[in-house]
């Protein structure tokens, strides 16, 4: 507590935020709720090549030192179970050697967030963030214009029949998990994909800003990723 009230009456308050929950591994840093900078890239199964590197490179390039950091945010899941630990662990072995606190972001949230920013949104509209999780299946959950959940975080299979509960709502659908239902929703002018939308971490900068300010933080000792679902190893194909 003390040290997170030295942090607080700091002039500037820089938080360090990762996320590299899907195929984009991001890292930005952002100044009291806005983005100052990022660097991300999805290339595939590089993120744990990537992600120290570019923590250094977005350090160095804004004049920065670790000590000038008040915080770090780290996209928790749901997401990809090899990316969500590698996040993880780096965000907290950075609190442990800054002694600064950890906040936890909800990555589907944080698509929420970053993509009604960049649309004219309806406000009879549903938005659907999803994230692969492999054939029919995506993780997902569901806002209105408004930001109010619809839809708790779920691991769900999606069908034709998918959003019929929701008749008389416009959906759409973004995120690495929407695109796979091109051709599956091609004739429901209910259902808009939208392919374009590509996640990064930069989405959490005014959320981490809002959990900093409440000191909604997380206990280093006990965090973990939120898997949603338990990992099942299986043997790679040739």
């Known amino acids: 507590m003390i040290q997170f009230l030295n942090n607080f009456i700091k002039l500037k308050h820089y938080i ?18 806005v983005a100052l900078d990022y660097i991300q890239s999805s290339e595939p199964n590089m993120h744990a090549s990537l992600l120290t590197g570019y923590i250094e490179q977005i350090l160095s390039r ?16 749901p997401g990809s179970y090899t990316g969500l630990r590698i996040g993880v662990s780096t965000a907290k072995g950075l609190c442990y050697a800054l002694d600064v606190p950890l906040i936890g972001i909800n990555t589907l949230e944080s698509m929420y967030s970053g993509f009604v920013k960049d649309v004219n ?19 997902t959950m569901a806002f209105n214009v408004d930001g109010k959940q619809v839809l708790p975080t779920q691991a769900k299979i999606i069908d034709e029949l998918s959003f019929a509960e929701f ?29 374009e939308f590509q996640h990064s971490s930069v989405y959490m900068s005014a959320m981490a800003w809002k ?14 990723p939120y898997y949603l679902k338990e ?3 299986s043997t790679p194909k040739r």
Do not use: H, W
């Open 231 to 233: 990992f099942v190893a």
């Open 62 to 77: 804004n004049n920065l030192r670790f000590s000038d950091i008040s915080a770090v945010a780290v996209s928790m899941g």
């Open 211 to 224: 959990r900093f300010c409440a000191n909604d933080v997380e206990n280093l000792v006990y965090f973990e």
């Open 16 to 33: 360090i935020q990762i996320d590299t929950a899907t195929e984009v591994c991001s890292v930005s840093i952002s100044i009291e709720g």
């Open 167 to 195: 008749e008389g709502n416009e959906v759409f659908l973004f995120g690495s998990g929407a695109n796979k239902f091109k051709d599956l929703f091609e004739a429901n002018p209910q259902v808009n994909i939208i392919s």
């Open 121 to 139: 949104v309806n406000p009879d509209s549903l938005y659907f963030p999803m994230i692969d999780a492999r054939r029919m299946e995506v993780y």
